[in-house]
């Protein structure tokens, strides 16, 4: 195969590139083949179910799937008497069994055996697992190495010519599209923002990966996706494999095949300069082993051994990289599903081994406290959230636990974040108990500012908002800060959702419509100022008077933002000079301040803040890299550190994705990392994060 060849002569220094999110040592898909000889795919592995799914889980995952009750799971573990790829089904849970005998608690989260899986399935696919796998049963899971897959296209060099709403967004590539840039586009790069996927195919094979802004070959084209496609391109569209376009352009076809595991061993070999070091790397003769099985016809063997060969090769490197200092922060988000101290310390131990020190615990969310508030109470709110009623004070319980463990706990709040209706329990207010009580606290959208309701945000899907503006919700927030502070040893308090809701860009049509602060409150206070209420804007810009009143009412807006932020770091450090105060942040501009009124160079500038948390919701190394090195540019001078957020486990990547996205922010200057999250942050990742980040310091 010519890349391959032409990889070992020219080297990586030629494309420096993100390794295949998720591919590269994996396979594509199992087969499960039941009992009475009915089969069924299952392309899912080693992520949170999603609904009407099938998921295999194995110990790569973690201790257990971490499923909800209402699915079907079933055990498998090795039948050594029958061969290779036969399992024995030991258990079967099934959600209608538990509802009748009334042991739902037992339900779900299955322990998955060190060498076996778990067999998870929801929604539509219960019954075909309940039919394939019984209790006694024998059955065959047979790895899919190969597969060639079609996919339709929607626009190819994506222009308002063909994609004449799509060019709305950045790139002119719509939501849930799948688009092709080619050198005909006159583009130098795709120009997509970080929302979706990338693969850069050169004579017929993808040769590099990238989360947004692909570079366009000159001999080849970029394949972009969003949403749906996104996934679909990081599933089915890894390093090496071959993708051809139609001739007339509407469908896409990509086949993985031994070549392709061949090609991203020779890629993470070059990468890692094995040539000179032969002790870390695939010993001499390996690829020539390949290379004799596939002359051979032996395809599927020839992927075997050269998926083994780059696992060990990733596991070796995965001890290289540089560690942060022992006092840094390495920290993880995370959103408490656990009740009892045992659980709590579970967790702690499964994060600690993975060398990290802090956890940034989602306290107040959605509405609701973590623990049993005065604050809430007095209000006429309910004390926490019903999911953690008991006689135990869970907030606590972690902060305990953590001490045993020489673990600190941040508390995560959600400062102006209300609720969202796509995760309100059954009989709970869709915006939330708090705007359920006082709507008047409600944060407005322009489009909706004739309602007589709160009501969502368009683009951030589902979610309901609190007024920065409003003194009694901020006289709220901050009591409930004060508690948080006063009553628990913490050593952190992080402010999330410390902003507006995002506004599209000022660049579209539908900027005004999706811009927020419209509060009877807000516009009150800015016509005090400057006789003119924000109800009247038409266009932004459209006049000279009307431009200088929006810039008015950009400050005006974030002005509320960081006064809250002033006042919490005045009054925090008051009673608590020790409490680290954090933010997370954006780092564009554009994004923070302009779309989401989220001034946080001043809040450096002011040391209102310990340290800035920015988030890089992207898997794309040059971004965590970029959106790191911003930060700690305007950050820094004032000593305040920055905990650069990397999204590789939320985003479905390797492993050694979210080793390659920590160090990119280590050399940009950050002080430490918080992964996100906990709850996909698998034990493979744990166990690269435990070889990397408990070795020695960072070298210069």
Not at 92 to 116: F, K, Q
Not at 425 to 448: C, D, H, M
Not at 544 to 560: K, M, T
Not at 601 to 622: C, E, H, M, N
């Amino acid at each position: 195969m010519r890349h391959l060849r032409a990889f070992w002569i020219i080297g990586a220094a030629a494309l420096a590139v993100l390794l295949p999110m998720g591919a590269a040592h994996a396979q594509i898909a199992w087969t499960l083949t039941g009992a009475d000889g009915q089969q069924t795919p299952i392309a899912l592995q080693n992520r949170p179910r999603p609904d009407n799914a099938l998921v295999l889980y194995t110990s790569d995952y973690a201790l257990r799937t971490g499923s909800n009750p209402y699915g079907v799971e079933a055990v498998l573990s090795p039948d050594a008497s029958a061969g290779a790829g036969r399992y024995r089904v030991d258990s079967v849970s099934s959600v209608w069994d538990c509802e009748r005998e009334r042991r739902m608690n037992t339900c779900g989260d299955a322990l998955i055996p060190p060498n076996g899986f778990v067999l998870s399935a929801s929604g539509a696919r219960r019954q075909e697992l309940l039919r394939l796998a019984r209790v006694g049963d024998r059955v065959e899971m047979t790895p899919q190495w190969f597969e060639t897959l079609s996919r339709v296209v929607n626009a190819v060099d994506p222009a308002p010519a063909n994609n004449t709403l799509a060019c709305a967004f950045p790139g002119c590539r719509g939501g849930q599209q799948l688009v092709v840039y080619t050198p005909k586009s006159g583009r130098a790069r795709t120009e997509t923002n970080e929302f979706g996927f990338e693969a850069t195919v050169v004579d017929g094979m993808v040769v590099a990966q990238e989360g947004a802004n692909s570079t366009i070959p000159p001999n080849g084209f970029v394949l972009s996706g969003h949403g749906v496609n996104r996934d679909w391109l990081i599933a089915h569209a890894p390093l090496g494999a071959r993708v051809t376009l139609s001739d007339d352009g509407k469908a896409l076809t990509t086949q993985v095949d031994s070549w392709t595991y061949r090609y991203q061993l020779a890629r993470r070999a070059d990468n890692a300069r094995c040539a000179e070091r032969p002790s870390v790397c695939p010993a001499k003769g390996v690829d020539a082993q390949i290379a004799a099985l596939q002359a051979q016809g032996a395809h599927e063997q020839a992927a075997a051994l050269a998926s083994s060969q780059l696992d060990s090769l990733n596991q070796q490197l995965w001890r290289e990289y540089p560690a942060f200092p022992p006092q840094a922060i390495k920290a993880a988000w995370h959103r408490p599903v656990e009740r009892s101290a045992a659980e709590i310390g579970r967790t702690l131990d499964f994060l600690q081994s993975a060398g990290i020190n802090a956890v940034f615990l989602e306290t107040f969310f959605h509405g609701y406290t973590l623990y049993p508030s005065d604050v809430m109470t007095r209000y006429g709110l309910p004390s926490r959230n019903p999911r953690f009623e008991g006689p135990a004070d869970l907030l606590q319980t972690w902060i305990n636990e953590a001490r045993r463990r020489h673990m600190g706990v941040h508390a995560w709040f959600q400062t102006f974040y209300a609720g969202n209706r796509q995760a309100s329990a059954p009989g709970t207010p869709p915006q939330g108990p708090i705007l359920a009580r006082y709507p008047q606290w409600a944060n407005v959208q322009f489009s909706a500012r004739a309602a007589t309701a709160p009501t969502p945000s368009t683009l951030e899907t589902g979610g309901y908002f609190l007024d920065p503006a409003n003194p009694e919700c901020r006289a709220f927030l901050l009591s409930l800060l004060q508690e948080l502070a006063t009553r628990y040893d913490l050593q952190g308090i992080q402010l999330d959702y410390i902003r507006y809701p995002v506004s599209f860009p000022p660049d579209r049509f539908s900027y005004l419509a999706t811009t927020w602060g419209y509060t009877p409150t807000a516009r009150a206070q800015f016509a005090e100022k400057t006789g003119f209420d924000p109800l009247n804007f038409t266009k932004p810009g459209i006049t000279s008077e009307q431009q200088a009143l929006w810039q008015d009412w950009r400050s005006f807006r974030a002005h509320q933002v960081s006064d809250f932020v002033s006042v919490a770091s005045q009054k925090l450090h008051a009673v608590r000079p020790d409490l680290a105060l954090s933010a997370v942040i954006f780092a564009a501009e554009e994004e923070s301040l302009i779309r989401k009124h989220q001034d946080w160079p001043l809040w450096a500038r002011q040391r209102w803040v310990d340290f800035l948390a920015p988030i890089t919701l992207t898997s794309a190394l040059k971004s965590v890299a970029s959106d790191t090195e911003r930060v700690v540019q305007r950050a820094t001078p004032y000593g305040v550190p920055v905990v650069s957020g990397v999204f590789a486990p939320f985003n479905g990547n390797a492993a050694e994705d979210l080793l390659d996205q920590i160090e990119a922010a280590r050399r940009a200057g950050a002080a430490g990392f918080a992964a996100f999250d906990t709850a996909h942050v698998t034990a493979r990742m744990a166990r690269a994060l435990g070889s990397s980040q408990t070795g020695p310091p960072p070298t210069p």
